[in-house]
């Protein structure tokens, strides 16, 4: 319980409150203090699972123009050319992965074929647990001076749905 106090000069009474100022004042500071450092938490979070989910982009990425330089320099017409046409050899090429299941490529049709180039097309899936990986792989092969020159276009997704909001889309372009 409170007691009122009189000042002796001028005979006004007042409450005495200050502790409970003092009080309120501090666990608001406190409070917003707290709900900083949770606020940068939250955002540091986020942005080491979008790390996370970059590596696996750049990984599946890495994986589809290791596939493409693979079968270029084994397979013999894997990939058209501007003289060739485009049936695959062997019919169904594949990587494998790294458990050591073989992945079969899908090789489209080429795209496109000039006089002087040809663009095909394929798309590889990488297991994993929970989603898939996928790579989509483009390679283009011009001959502009009778020299074949090879251009590998991989575009690594961490994951195959297309509808997904955190998808990442990672690219890596081999030019030999």
Not at 23 to 37: E, F, K, P, R, Y
Not at 49 to 55: I, M, P, V
Not at 87 to 96: E, K, Q, R, T
Request: net charge neutral; with cysteine; glycine share 6%.
């Amino acid at each position: 319980m409170r007691y009122p106090i009189k000042h002796p000069a001028s005979g006004i009474r007042e409450e005495k409150g200050f502790a409970l100022l003092f009080a309120v004042l501090t666990g608001s500071v406190l409070l917003s203090i707290g709900l900083s450092i949770f606020n940068l938490t939250v955002k540091e979070l986020l942005l080491s699972s979008s790390g996370r989910e970059s590596q696996f982009a750049f990984y599946a990425a890495d994986t589809g123009a290791e596939c493409a330089l693979y079968w270029d320099f084994k397979g013999t017409g894997v990939f058209a050319t501007s003289s060739s046409t485009h049936s695959p050899s062997p019919s169904n090429p594949d990587c494998v992965d790294t458990i050591g299941t073989p992945q079969t490529i899908n090789v489209t049709n080429y795209l496109s074929r000039t006089s002087n180039s040809a663009v095909t097309q394929f798309s590889l899936t990488i297991p994993n647990s929970p989603a898939a990986y996928c790579a989509i792989v483009t390679v283009t092969k011009t001959a502009p001076s009778g020299i074949i020159k090879t251009e590998i276009d991989s575009r690594g997704y961490n994951t195959c749905d297309t509808t997904d909001k955190g998808r990442v889309e990672r690219a890596l372009k081999v030019s030999y």
